[in-house]
């Protein structure tokens, strides 16, 4: 069915590095721009990183900015978030959620499948 | 702090209306027309409700239409219904260094 499943999550200490993958099944992955959306626990929603359907483009929250990179290999269906310089602030459940198809400037235009999230804990 | 601010919560009887408020600037909500809505029950992903301001994705029921005015976006939900009670949040695409923002959510309270 059509699904996101996110791993990789865990306890990482402040300063290391954790990589998490988003494992697509069921559509055309390679179509579309993916994302990758945060919570912190018991906050709100806070967007992350983009990537195009392509991998051409990428834009970052101004949080993550320099720290963390997204990708994707469209061969094997799967995005990547690559985070480091980790922070006690970064903790939270990470979502990788879906954009429209081959979006450009719209890829902002509602994600409409989202995984069910990874939670990564920065702790000493 | 938000940059998009929506009331902690709102409430209303089974059968009524009620409409959550998410307010912008001309440089997120009120210049371009990438609003969407999310609705989000506790320990669940979010779900899609509306985007592009008031379009609404298949298999979405009808009693949930969004609009915009100004600055301000909005999510109707007619003829509440016990399963609507969860939080809601809306984003908007915006022309700063982070280019797409989310409100601080509302919780919906079905009394």
């Known amino acids: 069915q059509v699904q996101l499943v996110e791993s990789g999550g865990g306890v990482v200490q402040p300063g290391r590095s954790l990589r998490l993958s988003c494992a697509a099944s069921?559509?055309?992955?390679?179509?579309?721009?993916m994302h990758w959306v945060r919570q912190a626990p018991g906050k709100g929603l806070e967007w992350v990183a983009v990537i195009w359907y392509d991998g051409s483009n990428k834009y970052y929250a101004d949080s993550v900015k320099g720290r963390f990179t997204i990708s994707r290999d469209n061969s094997k269906n799967t995005l990547y978030l690559q985070m480091n310089s980790l922070r006690a602030e970064d903790t939270a459940v990470y979502y990788c959620a879906r954009g429209p198809p081959y979006c450009g400037g719209d890829c902002y235009s509602g994600f409409d499948l989202w995984g069910r999230g990874t939670l990564v804990t920065v702790s000493s | 702090q938000s940059a998009l601010t929506q009331p902690a919560s709102v409430s209303g009887s089974p059968g009524q209306s009620i409409t959550i408020s998410c307010t912008g600037t001309s440089s997120d909500v009120g210049g371009y027309n990438y609003v969407s809505w999310y609705q989000q029950h506790p320990g669940k992903a979010p779900k899609l409700m509306i985007y592009d301001v008031s379009n609404r994705p298949s298999g979405v029921s009808n009693r949930f239409s969004g609009s915009k005015s100004g600055n301000t976006a909005s999510l109707t939900i007619s003829g509440l219904q016990a399963e609507d009670e969860a939080d809601y949040y809306c984003s908007s695409y915006t022309s700063s260094s982070t280019p797409l923002v989310f409100g601080g959510g509302t919780k919906l309270t079905v009394l």
């Open positions: 069921g559509f055309t992955f390679s179509s579309y721009g």
